[in-house]
């Protein structure tokens, strides 16, 4: 059974930075496209960013492009998310998903899920 475990969320000011790591607990990591997305409170989840199985290509939604970098280790079946001059608005569960089918930004793609990170950024 494939398991990921998100780490590295918590409490920051604005203009802050956080990274957040996933492990997957998956004999063929390098098969995963990997996506993380967040839920605010009264929001539905939406997409943050994806990186493809070999790590060679990335996707992010508008609104983090510029601040937030995802990257994936294979070797230490981890994908982490840095996020840098974090928003009010950043603050969310964060979670991480992973797919086999295709990177997307729905997601309906990706199973399974983390339990999530919490990220507070304070005004």
């Known amino acids: 059974q494939v398991q990921l475990v998100e780490s590295g969320g918590g409490l920051v000011q604005a203009g802050g930075s956080l990274r957040l790591s996933c492990a997957i607990s998956?004999?063929?990591?390098?098969?995963?496209?990997m996506g993380w997305f967040r839920q605010a409170p009264g929001k539905e989840r939406e997409f943050v960013a994806a990186?493809?199985?070999?790590?060679?290509?990335?996707y992010y939604a508008d609104s983090v492009k510029g601040r937030f970098t995802i990257s994936r280790d294979n070797a230490k079946n981890t994908v982490y998310l840095q996020m840098n001059s974090l928003k009010p608005e950043d603050t969310a569960v964060y979670y991480c998903?992973?797919?086999?089918?295709?990177?997307?930004?729905?997601?309906?793609?990706?199973?399974?899920w983390g339990q999530g990170t919490q990220v507070t950024v304070s005004s």
């Open positions: 998956a004999r063929t990591f390098s098969n995963y496209n």
């Open positions: 990186i493809n199985w070999p790590g060679s290509s990335t």
């Open positions: 998903a992973a797919s086999t089918l295709f990177v997307s930004t729905a997601p309906a793609a990706y199973n399974p």
